[in-house]
């Protein structure tokens, strides 16, 4: 029973969609808080320190789903007879789930350290017409950007060749490989952390009621919907281009397959291409309940397709 949970395409969705908005989020911190230094610096940080809290909410959420990685692992070791004692932690097998869920823990520990100094920002932060330096906001910085490297490092880890490196290749070739893909992946992680931020808006917005007017909330509407739409882009565009070639080619199969990835995902894409281009996107909030869904099922379809 627990191993067919553990090795659910639904659960592994799920945890995987989370686990990407949470990763990403650092990055949209620290840029909004670039931004407040032209002004309503108090709304940027009240911002940022409620994104974080987000983040360390959806890293929670993330972390578990390393774990049952990890736990899946083992459950099926000892299926095949294997005791603990054979596979330790830090075998070549299990070091890459393992470290990458230390790796994961450190990100979220600079994040909640992130989380501390931002509150204590905020308080001090009075009025919305504030504007503050770089150096105000340079260790808020720092932060966002070691655990943004922490959560990348999970993903690098996770799929690091610790058995034997891959067959013709040298230690620098599989690196460059393995850290040229996870950061384009990284990049897409972008849209999950744009759509979640972009959910969290109306409950931010009554908890820090009268700190800005509308026309900022929805500015700020649309800077999420900006990096909903960005984030699957590049990836969408390749997918288009394969799909394209392969139907020519007259691969009826794998067109299928990739469809079945595109359509949503251009659905979500065009969700909030439509809220960045609103001048209020927030009055027309269900096409974000709408994109979101959509690019939900696409994680769950890549979840089966993957396993």
């Not at 000892?78 to 890459?96: N, Q």
């Not at 994040?111 to 920002?121: A, F, H």
């Not at 959560?151 to 013709?168: D, E, N």
């Not at 759509?195 to 409950?203: E, G």
């Amino acid at each position: 029973m627990l191993d067919t949970l553990l090795s659910s395409p639904l659960v592994h969705g799920l945890f995987q969609f989370f686990r990407d908005a949470a990763a990403t989020l650092p990055i949209i911190v620290a840029l909004g808080l670039v931004l407040g230094r032209r002004g309503h610096g108090a709304f940027c940080l009240a911002g940022a320190h409620w994104l974080t809290h987000l983040a360390l909410g959806l890293a929670c959420i993330g972390l578990a789903g390393l774990a049952c990685q990890l736990l899946h692992i083992i459950v099926l070791l000892h299926g095949a007879g294997r005791t603990a004692a054979e596979f330790p932690l830090w075998s070549p097998l299990l070091l890459p789930h393992s470290l990458a869920l230390v790796c994961w823990l450190a990100g979220m520990c600079w994040l909640g350290l992130e989380w501390r100094i931002s509150g204590r920002r905020v308080a001090s932060f009075c009025s919305p017409v504030d504007r503050y330096t770089l150096a105000d906001i340079k260790a808020q910085l720092w932060l966002s950007a070691l655990a943004a490297l922490c959560f990348f490092g999970s993903y690098v880890i996770q799929t690091w060749p610790f058995v034997s490196l891959p067959q013709g290749m040298s230690l620098g070739q599989a690196a460059t490989a393995i850290i040229r893909d996870k950061a384009h992946y990284y990049f897409t992680a972008l849209a999950p952390a744009g759509a979640m931020a972009m959910l969290s808006l109306p409950v931010a917005r009554q908890k820090l009621e009268g700190l800005a007017p509308p026309e900022t909330w929805a500015k700020a509407g649309r800077w999420c919907a900006l990096w909903a739409v960005v984030g699957y882009i590049p990836y969408w565009l390749n997918s288009s281009a394969t799909c394209i070639g392969y139907a020519l080619r007259g691969g009826p199969s794998l067109t299928g397959t990739l469809l079945l990835l595109l359509l949503p995902l251009t659905g979500a894409i065009i969700c909030w291409a439509v809220m960045l281009s609103l001048r209020n996107p927030l009055r027309h909030f269900w096409l974000n309940w709408l994109g979101l869904s959509l690019l939900l099922f696409f994680f769950l379809v890549r979840g089966f397709l993957v396993r």
